[in-house]
Structure formats: structure tokens, C-alpha cells
């Protein structure tokens, strides 16, 4: 009689059934290559039975068979759970006379099993999972080249399993791939109106702001005419009751107030930008420009003298161009030299589709490190300026409005020259 030699696991069975797990194998559907596997087993060892056996939580349950149907059946009736616990292959070479098999149901009745040899299915963690194993229904032995053959099938079946758990994990990565990038796009999706809902407020909160600066500032000019026009009216009516200081005062009161005044109206053209129309044509420069000198004083011949070559048509709206027109030639004539009359010149060059007009004149210049910020909102340079830092980025803003760009150059006590890029028109 064989001595079952006792044989304590140096694994533990929590971490054998999770690498069972770990395959998705149990209670999967035949497979050929399994089934290639026990049958070459069946045919190299002459038996009539071979399984693939997985021996798991109550019962051991076969992935493909030879000679039988089962598809399972109770670890009582399981000699792969006495094979797991053996190192290496194990032959039982009769089951009546083996303590381990013996009372087997299968030995004991039907179908009478008497010879076993089970060849371990291992993890590379030497985890027993079960066995590839051959059956017969006579005591018998198998030969050192068949004993060989089923530790090779063994590896074989092993290799075929880690191929399988290898080819669903990277099938699980593709979905979650693919998962992640549905959400990616979903959340992209989400940002993307997020971020479409978030400008339309905010284009909203800056229309409201822009019409709240134009209402305040509209109903301040009506109190502020009437302060430059009752101290006009005291002056005239009154003076000979004023003496020297009075009068300055009254004059002071009268120029704050229109200074006041210049700076409400430039805060209104700035505001009446963001409404203007955005429809371009052909506009007619040369014409233009020579009406905005002619119809603005601060522009007439008596302060500053202007030269303009002919220009060329550009693509805009008479209105924006006006505007920012006016304020580079209004501050070329206002930024010239101490009692020297300021002298601009005006001259356009063309491009292909683009157009530049130049403004240069020969007055004060601008320090290199304020010409970035000239043209943001109420930035002025120099102390005595009594201007409301508009002006340039009304330029700047109906330029831009026209698809345009504008740039600066200057030197110091040399003078300025502003360009002004736009499309060239027709
Ligand atoms: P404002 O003239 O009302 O101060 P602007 O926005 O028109 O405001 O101009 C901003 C600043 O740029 C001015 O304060 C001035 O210092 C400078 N500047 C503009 N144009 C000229 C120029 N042609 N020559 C010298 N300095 C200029």
C-alpha cells in the first residue's frame, strides 16, 4: 500500500482561490485549445479519461474533459485536491490502495476509477490551481517520456491561461479607454457650453455695465452745463462785483467744469463703441480726414499744421474711423513742443490687401516705457495733461473693431509717429 507522504501548503488557499479567480476561467464555456491539450493527454498516456480540473471552493470543476461528461463534481469525489498538495506530478498508480483515494466515491462505486496521474496547473507563484490529469479504469503506471509529456501539457495549459487573462485585461483597458474617452468627451462637451453660458453672462454683464456708464455719465452732463453756465452768467452779469480773485475763481469754476464735460463725452464715445455697427465698406480716408481737420477747431490752421498725402480707400465705417481720426490728430496738435506750433504729417502706405496710415508729428514724444500702456483706458503720461487717458484706446478699440491693428513709435523730444493697419479696400 502507497504512504500518502503529509504534506503541509506553504501557500495559503485565500490566495490559491484568488489566483483562480484571477483567470475567469471557472465555469466558462469549451474551448478547443483546452480541448487539443486533454486529448493529446489521453492519447500519449493510452487512457480513457483526462480532464483539465480546477479545484475550487466545494467542488473542482473541469474546463474540458475525455471519457466523461461531468462538468464538475463534489471535492469529496476530487483526487486533484489531494494532487495540489503534492509538488510535482502525482501518480496513483492504484486508487484501492491509496489512503487518499480509496474511500473516493468514484473508486469506491461507479465508475470505478483505479488509476490516476495528475500533473499540477502552477502559477508562476507556485499557486496550485488544479491539475491536467488521466484516469483509467485498471491499476496501471505511466512511463518517465509520459510522466515528461504531462508536466509539458501542464505548462501548456498554464501558458494558454495566462494568455487568456493577459487578452482580457487589455480588452478591459481598451473599454476603459474607451469609457474614459467618452467621459473626456462628455466633459468636454460640458466645459464647452460651461464656458459658452459663462461668456454670454459676462458679454451680458459688460453690455449692462457699458449702458449703466453711458446713463450715469449722459445725466451728468445736464447738472454739469448748468454749473458752466450759470458761472458764465454770473461772470458777465456780475463782474464788476468781483473783484481779480472772484473772477479767476468763476473762470476756474467754468474751465473745470468743461474739462469735466470733455471727460464724460469721452467716456460716452467709448462706451457707444461696443455698440457700433460692425458692417464695413469702403470708406474714403482721404476725404475723411480732410473733413475731420476742417470741422474740428482744436485742428485748425491756427494751432498745429497738417499735411496729408493722398490715402487711399480702407475697409471700415466712416464713424469708427472719424473717431480715431480725430483723437491721433487732436493729440498730435496737443502733444507738440512748449509755444511751438505742432506740425503732423499723414501719409498711407499700401500692402496687397492691407493698408497702413502713418500719423507722425514733431512734438514732445513719448518715454519708451509708457508706450505699451498709452493705449489702455485712462493712462496718461505727464503731469500737467489735463486729458482723460481715453483717447487712445477709443483708437485702439475702433481699430480693432475694423479687423485692424495700431502701433506706436516715438522719441523723446523728436516726436511721435501712431500707425494705423486696416484692410485695404476693393
Ligand atoms: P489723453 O490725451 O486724454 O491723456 P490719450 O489716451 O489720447 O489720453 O493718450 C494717452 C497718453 O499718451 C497721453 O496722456 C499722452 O501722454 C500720450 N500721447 C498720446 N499721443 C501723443 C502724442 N502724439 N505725442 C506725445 N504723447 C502722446
Known sequence: MNEPRLIVPDWKEEDRLKAIDSYHILDTPKEEEFDGIVQMAARICRVPIALISFVTTGRQW?????????????????????????????????????????????????????????????????????????????????????????????????????????????????EAKEQLNTLLGDRAAHLESLVQQRTEKLSETVRELESFAYTISHDMRAPLRAMIGFSEAVKEDYSPLLDAHGIDYLRRIASAGHRMDQLIQDVLAFSRLSNADTSFQAVD????????????????????????????????????????????????????????????????????????????????????????RIFEIYQRVGRDNEGSGIGLAVVRKTVEKMGGTVGVESEVGKGTRFWVDLETAG
Not at 504531462?150 to 487589455?170: D, G, I, Y
Not at 494751432?303 to 481720426?325: E, R
Not at 511751438?340 to 514724444?365: C, M
Open 62 to 174: 473541469f474546463k474540458s474533459t475525455v471519457g466523461t461528461d461531468l462538468q464538475e463534481t463534489p471535492l469529496d469525489c476530487s483526487i486533484c485536491s489531494h494532487a495540489i498538495l503534492q509538488k510535482d506530478l502525482m501518480v496513483v498508480p492504484d486508487t484501492t490502495m491509496d489512503d487518499r483515494t480509496r474511500n473516493n466515491p468514484l473508486v469506491k462505486g461507479d465508475p470505478h476509477l483505479r488509476f490516476y496521474a495528475g500533473a499540477l496547473l502552477e502559477t508562476s507563484d507556485r499557486l496550485p490551481l488544479g491539475t491536467i490529469c488521466v484516469l483509467d479504469f485498471a491499476p496501471r503506471t505511466l512511463d518517465e517520456h509520459q510522466c515528461d509529456t504531462m508536466r509539458f501539457l501542464a505548462r501548456q495549459v498554464m501558458a494558454q491561461l495566462e494568455l487568456r487573462r493577459t487578452l482580457s485585461q487589455l480588452r478591459r483597458a481598451l
Open 285 to 372: 480716408v482721404d476725404l475723411l480726414i480732410r473733413e475731420v481737420i476742417r470741422s474740428y477747431p482744436n485742428l485748425s490752421a491756427d494751432f498745429v499744421s497738417i499735411a496729408v498725402d493722398t490715402l487711399p480707400p480702407v475697409k471700415g465705417s466712416s464713424a469708427l474711423l472719424t473717431q480715431c481720426f480725430s483723437n491721433l490728430l487732436e493729440n498730435g496738435a496737443k502733444y507738440s513742443k512748449k509755444g511751438i506750433k505742432g506740425k503732423i504729417h499723414v501719409w498711407a502706405e499700401v500692402r496687397g490687401s492691407r493698408t497702413k496710415l502713418f500719423f507722425e508729428d514733431q512734438g514732445i514724444g513719448i518715454p519708451e516705457q509708457n508706450l505699451q
